[in-house]
């Protein structure tokens, strides 16, 4: 490694009221820069590692690749976990979805005119609605609260914050995969055939995840520094589903479908249902059917632009929040 | 090439919780903005390290002593790039870095086999490598059928028999040591210390921060002394135990400065229950020392009456040399007494700095008797062995009648203290005795094993 004259702020002096600094221009002991060190493994530096964008990159890039064991075996015992201190186990998974079809069947037999048939019985609709949901909050949860649940590790190791990010995206993509399944169920008891577009349902419910995620991350700090993050989220998901259209289908010219039309997850909710189960169904007001790929790809873009920024973020407040812990 | 290459690195920390919040999340905005972080402190904030250089190199172990708080935590999680450096850099010239402490990062929720699995991933290991060392840390941890349980419910022993088994099988360039070579049983602790001679003598490396005498001692090729968040001395691990014991000294008497504590004075009688006294009072006026007079009222102590003053106290040792532990010691007084008092105790009490008597002498009860003259005196006395451990120390200094030991004269402690330094050297027995806090260094002649 070659050392050089590079200039690191050193020197503080007391002065007055306030402590102010005094910058060192030839410092008593002399440091490669973090730019010039190629030979270092890790450089930790009091500067914004932003402003070294290729060091910063290349050592993100590295963890990420580096991290993918780490990840699947993190994802695998959370699983283990969680039926682990469970008497119910993987019933959990089913229980809302299992618990809504019970409700909207008896309120169905007392002839509810908000759940007539329409393209699909209510209960597919609203169980549809309700694994969309769930695929939300869940993946944003677990994002939001990742920096809590890691805490242990992140406070003893230098763990990549990227493992614990993808060991999560696992989690909740194994979670949609089980609801996936049960939703195959519901198809075949409410005799719903589902339209050839029905792939890109599924990848309507991945980018539904992927914003979830987004959000997730973009909270995760704010959330670990402070608490009323968590009495927000306490009343977000009602809020949230209360304002998408998740158990009965929007009215046209109802009060609930003007709130829909102002809500963008309505928007993406709706789209992944049309190319699930497609044709006949009653898109959002003033949402051709046709736009309705555009809307799931516009909120593919959104993702592939915050999500990296919401990486970068973490990253970044990584090891603030955990010298947030140590106090 | 160094395998860990610290410059000017300082870091700043937050005490109250509220504002180290408000801070972080501004700290994460200002970074997030391509800033760099201010280098002032914000109200409420202090230095945690403070221009720290240090350098580690391949094969060698480096000691960080000082006391709670001194910054030897943060030193290691900023090495560990657990925590951000405030300025500064830290250079790790190696992918193979593994931190080590008690609770070794372990999960409670997650039986010890899934926290070997996740500790060896998060360590760029390999499932086919983590399956092939696997039954080797079950064997090595001696966990038997635990090692399937939640670690939540192991005891701290086995806790600490998991980690260090997880360590050994690592095989990093450098370990970084935050107080966590101890633990398990004795049997254990034994396997371990082999298992890190045998790692140092392959070139191993070792940034150890412990307050463990021993382990630095046995390990350590290199210490510093850390003393509020800066390195206050480096050197080879015997002469920077010597001096962070001379700092523990210099700190407890400073706290106990502060806490004001009551002065300690000889008991004595009265004047008014004295007749030789009341003697002496009446043709001298019997003045009372203002003085040690007037805290001693404070205190609820003895009066001392002012019939003999201290000139100069000179306590050396043999030629006006250094005083050394258990070497002899040279004490010369001299006084100026208003009377000629015929019959007269020299009494020297010595104790620590936090006025703790450790030893009470008295000399004139004979031979030789004393006696004061009017005008100037002079005694001197020699202690040929004097069991004191390296430090700052404290005498206190009286003059009394021989009979009722009346007070004439008196020195010492908190208005006019007189101190004293043993010096330091650097002896291991001696290091462990400071390490003990222990007062006094009794020499002794040790024997061979009797076979």
């Given at each position: 490694m070659t050392s050089s004259a590079v200039v690191f702020r050193g020197h503080v002096s007391v002065s007055g009221p306030r402590i102010k600094e005094t910058r060192l221009h030839t410092p008593p002991h002399t440091a490669p820069s973090a730019d010039s060190a190629g030979g270092a493994h890790r450089i930790y530096h009091g500067g914004s590692a932003l402003r070294y964008p290729r060091s910063f990159l290349r050592q993100a890039i590295s963890d990420l690749l580096g991290s993918w064991q780490a990840a699947?075996?993190?994802?695998?015992?959370?699983?283990?976990?969680?039926?682990?201190?469970?008497?119910?186990?993987?019933?959990?998974?089913?229980?809302?979805?299992?618990?809504?079809?019970?409700?909207?069947?008896?309120?169905?037999?007392?002839?509810?005119?908000?759940?007539?048939?329409?393209?699909?019985?209510?209960?597919?609709?609203?169980?549809?609605?309700?694994?969309?949901?769930?695929?939300?909050?869940?993946?944003?949860?677990?994002?939001?609260?990742?920096?809590?649940?890691?805490?242990?590790?992140?406070?003893?190791?230098?763990?990549?914050?990227?493992?614990?990010?993808?060991?999560?995206?696992?989690e909740n993509l194994f979670g949609l995969a089980m609801k996936v399944g049960l939703l195959?169920?519901?198809?075949?008891?409410?005799?719903?055939?589902?339209?050839?577009?029905?792939p890109l349902g599924i990848f309507g419910m991945t980018v539904i995840l992927l914003l979830g995620t987004t959000l997730g991350l973009l909270l995760a700090p704010w959330s670990a520094l402070k608490r009323d993050l968590d009495n927000v989220m306490g009343v977000f998901p009602w809020a949230f589903m209360g304002l998408t259209p998740?158990?009965?289908?929007?009215?046209?010219?109802?009060?609930?479908?003007?709130?829909?039309?102002w809500n963008p997850f309505a928007y993406v909710f709706d789209a992944t249902r049309f190319l699930t189960y497609g044709y006949g169904h009653q898109p959002m007001p003033g949402v051709s059917g046709s736009g309705m790929m555009t809307i799931l790809l516009?909120?593919?873009?959104?993702?592939?632009v915050l999500l990296p920024a919401a990486w970068i973020l973490c990253r970044v407040a990584r090891p603030y929040i955990v010298e947030s812990y140590l106090v | 090439m160094k395998l860990l290459e610290i410059y000017n690195l300082s870091k700043r920390y937050c005490r109250e919780p509220k504002l180290a919040y408000k801070y972080a999340a501004r700290d994460i905005l200002r970074e997030t903005a391509c800033k760099d972080q201010n280098d002032f402190l914000r109200p409420g904030e202090f230095w945690a390290l403070r221009d720290i250089h240090l350098q580690v190199a391949p094969g060698e172990v480096v000691g960080v002593i000082g006391h709670n708080g001194a910054g030897k935590s943060t030193l290691i999680n900023v090495a560990a790039g657990i925590l951000r450096p405030t300025i500064g850099a830290v250079f790790v010239n190696t992918p193979r870095v593994v931190v080590m402490d008690?609770?070794?990062?372990?999960?409670?929720?997650?039986?010890?086999?899934?926290?070997?699995?996740?500790q060896f991933s998060l360590h760029g290991m390999d499932g086919r490598r983590i399956a092939e060392e696997m039954e080797s840390v079950?064997?090595?941890?001696?966990?038997?059928?635990?090692?399937?349980?939640p670690v939540g419910t192991y005891s701290l022993g086995m806790k600490v028999r998991l980690a260090f088994s997880i360590y050994s099988h690592l095989r990093p360039d450098l370990f970084l040591v935050d107080e966590a070579l101890n633990g398990g049983d004795l049997k254990f602790r034994m396997k371990f210390q082999r298992f890190l001679n045998d790692y140092i003598s392959k070139g191993g490396a070792i940034l150890l921060a412990s307050h463990d005498l021993f382990t630095i001692q046995s390990l350590c090729h290199r210490c510093i002394l850390m003393d509020y968040g800066q390195i206050k001395a480096e050197g080879t691990p015997e002469e920077i135990i010597s001096r962070y014991a001379e700092l523990a000294g210099e700190r407890e008497s400073a706290e106990w400065k502060e806490m004001n504590a009551p002065v300690l004075s000889p008991t004595a009688p009265t004047v008014e229950d004295d007749p030789v006294a009341e003697g002496i009072s009446e043709e001298?006026?019997?003045?009372?020392?203002?003085?040690?007079?007037?805290?001693?009222?404070?205190?609820?102590?003895?009066?001392?009456?002012?019939?003999?003053?201290?000139?100069?106290?000179?306590?050396?040792?043999?030629?006006?040399?250094?005083?050394t532990p258990s070497g002899p010691v040279d004490i010369r007084v001299v006084v100026t007494s208003r009377e000629d008092v015929p019959s007269v105790l020299w009494g020297i009490e010595i104790g620590t700095g936090g006025l703790f008597p450790i030893a009470s002498l008295a000399g004139g009860?004979?031979?030789?008797?004393?006696?004061?003259?009017?005008?100037?005196?002079?005694?001197?006395?020699?202690?040929?062995?004097?069991?004191?451990?390296?430090?700052?120390?404290?005498?206190?200094?009286?003059?009394?009648?021989?009979?009722?030991?009346?007070?004439?004269?008196?020195?010492?402690?908190?208005?006019?203290?007189?101190?004293?330094?043993?010096?330091?050297?650097?002896?291991?027995?001696?290091?462990?005795?400071?390490?003990?806090?222990?007062?006094?260094?009794?020499?002794?002649?040790?024997?061979?094993?009797?076979?």
């Open positions: 699947l075996r993190l994802f695998g015992q959370s699983i283990a976990q969680k039926y682990r201190y469970s008497a119910l186990g993987i019933f959990w998974a089913f229980a809302p979805a299992a618990l809504t079809a019970v409700l909207l069947t008896v309120g169905k037999r007392a002839d509810l005119t908000i759940l007539r048939d329409g393209i699909v019985a209510p209960q597919v609709y609203a169980i549809f609605g309700l694994i969309l949901g769930q695929t939300f909050l869940e993946a944003m949860a677990t994002q939001r609260t990742l920096f809590l649940t890691h805490r242990y590790l992140l406070s003893r190791h230098q763990a990549p914050v990227e493992g614990l990010i993808i060991a999560g995206i696992l195959a169920l519901v198809f075949l008891q409410w005799k719903t055939i589902p339209s050839v577009t029905v998740i158990f009965v289908p929007p009215q046209p010219d109802s009060p609930m479908a003007e709130i829909y039309r516009g909120a593919l873009a959104v993702c592939i | 008690y609770q070794g990062g372990l999960s409670p929720v997650q039986t010890g086999r899934e926290n070997i699995i996740n079950i064997a090595y941890s001696d966990l038997g059928s635990f090692i399937d349980a001298t006026g019997g003045e009372i020392d203002e003085a040690s007079g007037s805290k001693q009222a404070e205190t609820g102590a003895e009066a001392v009456l002012n019939l003999v003053t201290f000139d100069s106290v000179e306590i050396t040792g043999p030629d006006g040399g250094d005083l009860y004979g031979p030789p008797e004393y006696s004061l003259r009017k005008g100037r005196n002079e005694f001197r006395c020699r202690i040929e062995r004097l069991p004191l451990l390296p430090g700052k120390h404290q005498a206190a200094m009286a003059f009394t009648t021989r009979e009722s030991a009346i007070i004439l004269g008196f020195k010492g402690y908190q208005d006019a203290p007189i101190t004293f330094e043993i010096k330091p050297v650097t002896d291991r027995a001696i290091n462990m005795a400071l390490f003990r806090k222990n007062l006094v260094h009794i020499p002794v002649e040790w024997k061979a094993r009797i076979d």
